[in-house]
């Protein structure tokens, strides 16, 4: 099975929007699709990003709702520390290289975001950063021009 890492703005966006496409990328983990990878470092900023005021008064986002998805990551993905050595990667935000960790460390077949400091990389130690609209159709086995591919 395919280890994918989401980023932070994925699943914020998945919350946040639950008919969009960072929600179906949560639905196919949720359907057993792939493994969803995580750390300690990336929950947290899932956490601390779904509390911002700004957001909460947004998108009335509710304590049980980030505590929802928090627990389903803790108990149901992948979780590894995070703690491998990446640093100077993303000069222009250092924080991504946490996602960068996060997949190296878990031998990770993709990183999925819609940040351009990792989507610029295209991939990284052979992990490839994926769109989520590219993950998505890779997922539910659709071809570059909507041709439906082989489902196995």
């Not at 792939?34 to 005021?53: F, Q, W």
């Amino acid at each position: 099975m395919r280890r994918i890492v989401l980023d932070t703005n994925v699943l914020v966006s998945s919350l946040l929007v639950r008919a969009g496409l960072p929600a179906r990328v949560l639905d196919g983990w949720r359907q057993r699709r792939y493994l969803l990878v995580t750390s300690p470092a990336l929950i947290a900023e899932v956490r601390a990003v779904l509390k911002y005021p700004r957001i909460r008064n947004k998108y009335a986002i509710t304590d049980e709702d980030v505590e929802g998805l928090v627990a389903l990551l803790e108990q149901e993905a992948l979780v590894v520390p995070g703690e491998v050595e990446v640093k100077g990667v993303i000069p222009e935000d250092p924080a991504d290289e946490r996602v960068l960790a996060c997949a190296v460390e878990a031998g990770a077949d993709g990183i999925v975001s819609g940040d351009r400091h990792l989507l610029d990389l295209g991939e990284y130690r052979g992990i490839r950063i994926l769109r989520v609209r590219e993950f998505l159709e890779e997922l539910e086995g659709h071809r570059p021009g909507g041709e439906r591919g082989s489902e196995g």
